[in-house]
C-alpha cells in the first residue's frame, strides 16, 4: 500500500560527507511527521533527526550542527545531509514516516535500511 524507500549509504572516509534520500510511494492521504533514526548491533534504534508537516525539526544532540534534515513534499521524499562524519555514525539508517492512509486514520512506515559505514 505505501513504501518508503530509501538510498544514499555507502562508505566513506571520516570527515566525509553522504545525502540519504528517502521516497514514498503508493496510496496515501498525507504524511505528516518523517524522520531518520539508525541502529548498530546490539543498539536500540534510535532517532537522529525528525522534520513535521511545517518543517520544524529535531535533532540527537550527537548529529547537531553536521546533520540536516529536509523533505520536498511535493516529491514526498526526505533527506538526511550527513556533513564531518565520524566512525561512531557507522550504522544501518531507517527512514520512518507517519502517513495518512486516508483522512482519519495514521500508520508508521518504515525503509528497509541503507549501511552508512565510515572509516578512520
Known amino acids: 500500500q505505501v513504501q518508503l524507500v530509501e538510498s544514499g549509504g555507502g562508505l566513506v572516509q571520516a570527515g566525509g560527507s553522504l545525502r540519504l534520500s528517502c521516497a514514498a510511494s503508493g496510496r496515501f492521504f498525507s504524511i505528516n511527521a518523517m524522520g531518520w533514526y539508525r541502529q548498530t548491533p546490539g543498539k536500540q534504534r534510535e532517532l537522529v533527526a525528525g522534520?513535521?508537516?511545517?518543517?520544524?525539526?529535531n535533532y540527537a544532540d550527537s548529529v547537531k550542527g553536521r546533520f540536516t534534515i529536509s523533505r520536498d513534499n511535493d516529491k514526498n521524499t526526505v533527506y538526511l545531509q550527513m556533513n564531518s562524519l565520524k566512525p561512531e555514525d557507522t550504522a544501518v539508517y531507517y527512514c520512518n514516516a507517519e502517513v495518512r492512509p486516508y483522512i482519519n486514520a495514521v500508520d508508521t512506515r518504515w525503509g528497509q535500511g541503507t549501511q552508512v559505514t565510515v572509516s578512520s
Open positions: 522534520i513535521t508537516s511545517g518543517g520544524s525539526t
